[in-house]
């Protein structure tokens, strides 16, 4: 069974996979160029993500993988993002044992 959550509720050690960029909401510009920034820096539908670590203060920013880059986030931005997570893989090796195979 996968959880489908926003990457702003992730914690330290969580993967999973980005089913949703942006909240869709056309009218709002603000919420518009957040989307597109975030498309431009690979945050696609698809694309792996692992939460490496969070910020001392209120956990924030979140430094995270995606896919095979290292990005930082404010929650705030990482709140537009929807990624599915799977238990069983943030327990398992997940992206450790792909690094190791490539």
Same mark, same amino acid.
Request: glycine content about 8%; hydrophobic content about 40%.
């Given at each position: 069974?996968?959880?489908?959550?926003?990457?702003?509720?992730?914690?330290?050690?969580?993967?999973?996979?980005?089913?949703?960029?942006?909240?869709?909401?056309?009218? &709002?510009?603000? /919420? =518009?160029?957040?989307?597109?920034?975030?498309?431009? *820096?690979?945050?696609? #539908?698809? !694309?792996?993500?692992? @939460?490496?670590?969070?910020?001392?203060?209120?956990? &924030?920013?979140? /430094? =995270?993988?995606?896919?095979?880059?290292?990005?930082? *986030?404010?929650?705030? #931005?990482? !709140?537009?993002?929807? @990624?599915?997570?799977?238990?069983?893989?943030?327990?398992?090796?997940?992206?450790?044992?792909?690094?190791?195979?490539?």
């Amino acid at each position: 069974m996968s959880d489908t959550v926003k990457l702003s509720q992730a914690r330290q050690g969580d993967r999973g996979v980005i089913v949703k960029v942006g909240d869709h909401c056309h009218h &709002d510009e603000h /919420a =518009m160029e957040l989307e597109r920034r975030l498309l431009e *820096l690979g945050f696609v #539908e698809g !694309a792996r993500v692992e @939460v490496l670590h969070e910020g001392l203060f209120g956990r &924030d920013p979140i /430094a =995270m993988r995606v896919d095979d880059m290292r990005v930082a *986030l404010r929650r705030h #931005e990482a !709140a537009s993002l929807t @990624v599915r997570f799977d238990p069983a893989v943030a327990t398992e090796a997940g992206f450790v044992g792909e690094e190791a195979t490539a």
